[in-house]
């Protein structure tokens, strides 16, 4: 069964993992581009990373697992408090989301839940609207029952289009919330998050619609093979094939279907 993960940070991981990856079922992956680790201090370091893995590790997903590789770009929120920076980043990032293989927008969302973290939150959600691209929302690791509800009240007061936005590292405590909107509702498989027996369990109750499973396969412990395990904990469990089809394929492709430089052939 092939696999679309749409939320897999390659450029912290080896060639190895890409070909692993690819032997597992995943056929193509989406890198949003997200905090790595110490924070950005200088806005060239963010054009750097950003071409980084438009160019590099596009090529590198290629060349090492045969795998398509598509990215978003976005200033995540952690590195939107050093506001100077970050103004100058969101001047350049349009240059950036017109690129041949960005697909979207993201991560973007909360943090620490600060004013300037707000103020790009909105800025970019507003960015992704005009160009009519697909947004990738990271719910904060704290106070995330509250950050979830502030997060869906940006989202309503912008006014933009909820069916291109999904609300990602949902949990039991998020997931009534996120549900609340018309949005995609993701699951981060990740230790400290969500474990996969946890995320499926939800999806028992809660149903498939619109729901995505992906690996956070970061810096910290993490696994680029957390949705072909938990495709396999579904099958196991007696899931029928084409409902689990539906989370790790179908549904990740049409999320990023409704972008223009989405060219993945299923």
Not at 210 to 234: E, G, Q
Request: aromatic share 10%; hydrophobic share 35%; with cysteine.
């Amino acid at each position: 069964m092939e696999i679309i993960d749409p939320h897999m940070h390659m450029v912290s991981r080896s060639a190895d993992d890409y070909a692993r990856a690819r032997r597992a079922g995943i056929e193509c992956c989406i890198e949003p581009a997200f905090w790595s680790g110490t924070d950005k201090r200088h806005a060239g370091s963010f054009f750097d990373y950003f071409e980084q893995i438009i160019d590099f590790e596009t090529a590198r997903a290629e060349r090492a697992g045969g795998m398509d590789h598509y990215v978003t770009i976005g200033l995540e929120p952690k590195e939107a408090n050093y506001r100077e920076m970050a103004e100058e980043v969101l001047d350049r990032l349009p240059e950036y989301l017109d690129r041949e293989n960005v697909v979207g927008l993201g991560e973007i969302g909360f943090d620490q839940g600060t004013d300037d973290e707000e103020w790009a939150f909105r800025t970019q959600l507003r960015m992704a609207e005009e160009r009519e691209l697909p947004v990738i929302i990271h719910t904060p690791h704290t106070d995330k029952p509250e950050g979830t509800e502030r997060i869906v009240d940006i989202i309503e007061d912008e006014g933009v289009t909820q069916e291109r936005i999904v609300i990602d590292h949902n949990t039991a405590e998020t997931i009534e919330t996120s549900l609340t909107t018309d949005c995609w509702v993701g699951f981060t498989l990740y230790p400290g998050k969500i474990e996969d027996e946890a995320a499926i369990d939800l999806l028992e109750e809660y149903g498939t619609d619109k729901m995505l499973f992906n690996s956070a396969a970061d810096w910290d412990p993490s696994d680029p093979l957390a949705v072909p395990k938990a495709r396999d904990k579904m099958l196991d469990r007696g899931w029928d094939r084409e409902d689990v089809k539906k989370v790790v394929f179908d549904n990740p492709y049409e999320f990023f279907d409704q972008s223009p430089n989405f060219t993945y052939e299923r």
